[in-house]
């Protein structure tokens, strides 16, 4: 019930609340988490000839946020160029110090590679579950994806660690300051969609799928996937480039 | 209480229901093929590097060539970028933002190449 209080709250707090309305409107028209009095009554005065015109504008509305998701993608995609040309143009200049080819362990980067590989996969076997209906699969998928997304990062803090204490920190050379702004910031953007997976679980478990977390899913795994190919270019680029 | 678990369990089949109308996003066979596709292309790069098999502009080559169809894979067999609708704004946007790219990148390390001092 406090979750009816807070969209009535919400409701009354202009355009925001309105949105957030919209947002859950539709489901809880159709028998969602917390249909409030007016919105049954509307609904059941004409449920058959309302229903699709709703509906497809919902679906537009879906399709539109999905769609405005993809052109921050490709702004997230600017940023990490910038940040490969600046790695690139910064890469000779180690200022005597160490290089990364004395001190990446290729191993751990490739384990890294290929987990991140395998989580894309399962991130695309979460949606193919909800596209089945399957809820549980779909939780089940995305707490696989979580996993392999947080050994990840653990090996990546392993190795950021071995390196700061071989002496190569973010303030050891321009070659460093590159290095450690482009790979953290690939980190960073996998750490969030860690948080942001488990965030979607929880209302996935309590919610169910509705055409809104149906869209939020198809966004995160858009994300986990650009994740993948941002890392295929910083294995490609940063290590076996160096290594070479 | 009782409320929000009716709730719950009316939207689980209200999607059923209107799962028929979604297209569907890719196929179990897609993502497969779009896997081991991606796991070729990431071994290539590095069987290549690991026991120098090429050198100098060839090995470059192959590492860029992998890298760039690994991106299409992913785009094509996880990002169902094929399956969007006309107009293909989605596809719009990708090439805006990639012009954008090469030319901070390419710009970028033209610029710094021919700026040394000395």
């Known amino acids: 019930m ?6 009535l709250a919400a409701m009354q707090h202009g355009a925001n609340g309105r949105a957030w ?8 028209g159709n028998g969602g988490i917390a249909s409030t009095g007016r919105t049954s009554a509307g609904q059941e005065a004409g449920p058959a000839s309302n229903e699709h015109p709703h509906d497809k504008a919902h679906h537009d509305l879906e399709s539109m946020r999905l769609m405005g998701f993809w052109i921050f993608l490709m702004t997230d995609c600017i940023l990490f160029g910038s940040l490969f040309a600046t790695y690139i143009v910064l890469s000779g200049n180690t200022d005597g110090g160490p ?3 004395g001190l990446f362990e290729l191993n751990g980067v490739i384990a890294s590679t290929f987990i991140l590989l395998t989580s894309s996969f399962t991130s695309g076997l979460a949606v193919l ?8 699969g779909l939780i089940g998928w995305l707490a696989v994806t979580a996993l392999l997304g947080a050994s990840f990062i653990a090996l990546e803090v392993t190795e950021f660690m071995h390196l700061v204490h071989e002496g190569a920190t973010i303030g050891t050379s321009a070659f ?6 482009l790979v953290g910031t ?14 979607l679980m929880i209302q996935l478990g309590r919610h169910g799928i509705t055409p809104v977390t149906r869209r939020k899913v198809g966004v995160l795994s858009l994300y986990w996937h650009f994740l993948d190919v941002v890392w295929i270019f910083v294995f490609t680029f940063v290590y076996l480039l160096e290594v070479m | 209480m009782a409320h929000s678990a009716q709730g719950g369990h009316r939207s689980g089949a209200e999607t059923h229901a209107s799962h028929e109308s979604h297209e569907s996003h890719g196929s179990l066979k897609s993502y497969v093929i779009g896997f081991v596709l991606s796991l070729v292309l990431t071994a290539i790069p590095l069987m290549v590097v690991l026991n120098d098999w090429l050198e100098g502009t060839r090995a470059h080559a192959v590492l860029f060539g992998a890298a760039i169809l690994q991106f299409l894979v992913q785009l094509i067999f996880f990002m169902h970028l094929r399956e969007e609708k006309k107009p293909r704004y989605n596809l719009m946007t990708l090439l805006l933002g990639l012009i954008i790219l090469v030319l901070i ?4 390390i033209w610029i710094m190449t021919y700026n040394q001092i000395g």
């Open chain 1, 2 to 7: 406090a979750n009816g209080d807070r969209k």
């Open chain 1, 21 to 28: 309305q919209s947002d859950a409107g539709v489901p809880a």
């Open chain 1, 99 to 101: 290089t990364g080819v």
């Open chain 1, 129 to 136: 579950s909800m596209n089945r209906g399957d809820r549980r």
């Open chain 1, 176 to 181: 460093w300051s590159g290095f450690y702004t």
């Open chain 1, 186 to 199: 690939h980190g960073l953007h996998v750490s969030l969609g860690l948080v942001w997976m488990l965030a």
């Open chain 2, 105 to 108: 990148v390419g710009g970028s």
